[in-house]
């Protein structure tokens, strides 16, 4: 599976990080450990939701869209 993710800082409440992994858990385990360069300064976070796919391709176009415009208006709306 491959996941598409949604993380928000609980130090920094508006900053929003949007990732895809195959292994949900040990991603945010690094997004935690200070292992991500950008996740890093808003660290801790915590997992506010995510998408299950079996195909990597759909994932990276849903993550693509998230980052967008309209998907990020569509992430505000209905996925935090």
Known sequence: MHFVYILVSENSPG?????ITDDLEK???KHN???SLYSK???PWRLESYVAFSNQKQ???F???LKQGSGFAF?????I
Do not use: D, S, T
């Open 15 to 19: 900053k929003i990080y949007i990732g």
């Open 27 to 29: 991603r945010l385990e």
């Open 33 to 35: 450990a200070f292992q």
């Open 41 to 43: 300064r808003y660290a």
């Open 59 to 61: 994932a990276n176009v």
């Open 63 to 65: 993550e693509r869209y």
């Open 75 to 79: 992430l505000k709306k209905h996925l």
